[in-house]
């Protein structure tokens, strides 16, 4: 079955950028989709289709699909944006999720 | 305004039959429409489960395929999902979701637990 990767954590001091990577083999010939999800809240849409928002999320969010990797950018972070991000794509017969990449800003 | 909600039992023995309701507003299941279920045991990444889309097309895990049905009821804006011989294992917060772009609109989850 196909199977997506994510580093289980990623640091960012507030102003800077974070760079969350999601591994996947051919991941490019794919959509990759990417969620927010905060605790004990539901996830939440950020990135379809490699890069784009749907409608009120903010432009520092961003995102890209290369090779093996797709990439989502949080830009000039906040303290707000710290979450379980989780990547996604569908993969011909299932959707698949990565296992998250926490974010702490600090 | 897109609003999902679940609703089903949060206490389950094992072996029994779940039966959970996603009642949505706000769109109907219409043609490019889907509506999705996902599950998410604690501390771990959501798990996609079913999805039907608004001609009756569905797909399913392929790990929980034998075990799983989705339904539509179009008329109460509705989409059940039911799994059979369910374990501990099963135990996680359950989700149903919009699918437009991607995955767009979510209920908020009902926890569903399995113990003897």
């Known amino acids: 079955s196909y199977e997506l990767t994510q580093p289980p954590s990623v640091s960012v001091s507030p102003g800077q950028t974070a760079t969350i990577p999601c591994f996947g083999d051919n991941l490019a010939g794919k959509y990759a989709c990417w969620y927010q999800q905060k605790p004990g809240q539901s996830p939440k849409l950020l990135i379809y289709q490699d890069s784009k928002r749907p409608s009120g999320i903010p432009e520092r969010f961003s995102g890209s699909n290369s090779g093996t990797t797709a990439t989502l950018t949080i830009s000039e972070t906040q303290p707000i944006d710290e979450a379980d991000y989780y990547c996604?794509?569908?993969?011909?017969?299932?959707?698949?999720f990565g296992p998250g990449t926490k974010v702490t800003v600090l | 305004q897109i609003t999902l909600k679940e609703s089903g039992p949060t206490l389950m023995k094992p072996t029994e039959t779940l039966t959970l309701t996603c009642t949505f507003s706000?769109?109907?299941?219409?043609?490019?429409?889907?509506v999705g279920w996902f599950r998410q045991p604690p501390g771990k990444a959501p798990q996609w489960l079913a999805l039907i889309y608004w001609d009756d097309d569905t797909r399913y895990s392929s790990s929980l395929k034998s075990r799983l049905t989705i339904t539509k009821d179009t008329s109460k804006n509705q989409v059940v999902l039911t799994m059979t011989n369910i374990a501990p294992v099963d135990t996680g917060t359950y989700y149903c979701a919009h699918r437009g772009g991607g995955f767009d609109y979510w209920g908020q989850g009902t926890l569903v637990t399995v113990s003897s």
């Open positions: 996604q794509a569908w993969d011909s017969t299932a959707y698949v």
């Open positions: 706000g769109f109907s299941l219409s043609t490019g429409v889907g």
